[in-house]
């Protein structure tokens, strides 16, 4: 069951409520009204910004643009890169990634 968000229109208050779909316009009474019901978008976390590469990539002896997450995380990997300014991770230098063997066409770059 969907959880919905309704807020009173004359003193601001927001609650929360749990509704069938078909009854989300059943708002609940506050201030002797009922409350209207309120539009949540939803958190979509976005691609990164295209990006160009501080470092050569070690195949092509150049720096290469970088247009997504999975684009990074390959040129990363690829070359034995660490991400600067995170704090250090005590991890396994190689973890198997499984299906991800997509590679990038640097000639297309
Ligand atoms: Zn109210």
Redesign the pocket.
């Known amino acids: 069951m969907p959880l919905y968000e309704y807020g009173?229109?004359?003193?601001?208050?927001m609650e929360d409520h749990f509704r069938h779909i078909e009854q989300r316009n059943d708002a609940p009474l506050?201030?002797?009204?009922p409350?209207e019901r309120h539009i949540t978008p939803a958190r979509v976390m976005g691609d990164i910004e295209p990006y160009f590469t501080v470092a050569a990539d070690k195949e092509t002896k150049k720096n290469l643009w970088i247009h997504s997450r999975k684009q990074h995380r390959e040129y990363l990997k690829r070359n034995r890169y660490e991400e600067a300014g995170d704090d250090k991770l005590d991890l396994p230098q190689s973890t198997p990634e499984s299906g991800e063997s997509e590679s990038i066409d640097l000639n297309s770059l």
């Open positions: 009173c229109g004359i003193c601001r208050a506050h201030c002797g009204k409350m």
